[in-house]
Each structure stands twice: as C-alpha cells, then as structure tokens.
Nanobody, 125 residues
Framework: QVQLVESGGGLVQAGGSLRLSCAAS????????MGWFRQAPGKEREFVSA????????RYAESVKGRFTISRDNGKNTVYLQMNGLKPEDTAVYYC??????????????????WGQGTQVTVSS
C-alpha cells in the first residue's frame, strides 16, 4: 500500500514557476513508477508526466514538454514536478499517482492504483 500527499500548488502569474512535491509512505516507493496527472474544471483527468522506479526514464505530455521536469528522490520517498513557463491553460488540480511495484504502464490513469488528494495550481494571465 502506498499513500501519497502532494504539496506546492498555488497561484502564479503566467510565465512563472512552481515546484510540486509528492511524499509517499510505504517501503515500495523505490519500485514503483510515479506519475503526475491533472484535471481542469469540466475536463477529464489527463496525463502530465511519469518517471520509472530507477529515475532514468521519463515521459511527458506534449503540452508540457520542455517546460516541466519530473524527478524523484528514492531516499526521501518523494517525487517532484518542476513547472516553468506556466500558462493559464496549466490551471488544474494536479495529482500524483503510483503504480504497483515493477509494473509496466502505458501512462493511462487506470495503470495507477494509488493517488494523492491533489493540489490546486492556478495560473493567472
């Protein structure tokens, strides 16, 4: 079982930066793929980024590529999402999520059984 708690959301002007953190409990953190998803009002939850358990393979949605960077610190059981060049369309609730240990993923939300409660990111124009 993995429990996840996000932090770092807030209000920022367009072009600004935020760093989201997701702290995980449990002894399996270093064996799970971690992902970030987001959901804007009236829209479906969408994939943002993911990182494998070693941290040497990352994936990004096209809409955030070049602006967002995912990383993880297995010693601290924490995954990060550095968001630069924020745009109003990045406004959403951001969720971190985890797969089962050593499980491959197609980066669909259904592949991630463990979810945090979400953190709000609001980008003003």
């Amino acid at each position: 079982q993995v429990q996840l708690v996000e932090s770092g959301g807030g209000l920022v002007q367009a072009g600004g930066s935020l760093r989201l953190s997701c702290a995980a409990s449990g002894r399996t953190f270093s064996s799970v793929t971690m992902g970030w998803f987001r959901q804007a009002p009236g829209k479906e939850r969408e994939f943002v980024s993911a990182i494998n358990w070693i941290g040497d393979n990352t994936r990004y949605a096209e809409s955030v590529k070049g602006r967002f960077t995912i990383s993880r610190d297995n010693g601290k059981n924490t995954v990060y999402l550095q968001m630069n060049g924020l745009k109003p369309e990045d406004t959403a609730v951001y969720y971190c999520a985890a797969t089962h240990p050593y499980r491959a993923t197609s980066y669909a939300a259904a592949d991630f059984p463990y979810w945090g409660q979400g953190t709000q990111v609001t980008v003003s124009s």
